[in-house]
């Protein structure tokens, strides 16, 4: 079993920077996970964001967020980071951290990752 927790939500201006956070409870260099974001706005569907795979050479990013957001992983810290820059105000959602000790996930698909955090929220005002 793997716990994700989250942080660094909050209230922001647009145009602002924010960096999420989220910790896994089992060191992330052994049977290496793929982590990923996804979010989820007021009555929408929760989307993918960004992953990055266990070796850390694949990193999709959704179209939305490409050249302004940055997922990072910190395996000896078991962190995975992202890094939201130019913040806009449909950025506003719930942050959710997600992974998977599979070999092999589609990285931009929820049902390819077991595990899940509670989410954070993040809210842009423009």
């Known amino acids: 079993q793997v716990q994700l927790a989250e942080s660094g939500g909050g209230l922001v201006q647009a145009g602002d920077s924010l960096r999420l956070s989220c910790v896994a409870s089992?060191?992330?260099?052994?049977?290496?996970?793929?982590m990923a974001w996804f979010r989820q706005a007021p009555g929408l569907e929760r989307e993918f964001v960004a992953a990055i795979s266990a070796d850390r050479l694949t990193t999709p990013y959704a179209d939305s967020v490409k050249g302004r957001f940055l997922i990072s992983r910190d395996n000896a810290k078991n962190m995975v980071y992202l890094q939201m820059n130019s913040r806009k105000a449909e950025d506003t959602a719930v942050y959710y951290c997600a992974a998977d000790a599979a070999a092999w996930v589609n990285l931009r698909s929820e049902r390819a990752f077991e595990y899940w955090g509670q989410g954070t929220q993040v809210t842009v005002s423009s």
């Open positions: 089992r060191h992330l260099g052994s049977r290496a996970l793929h």
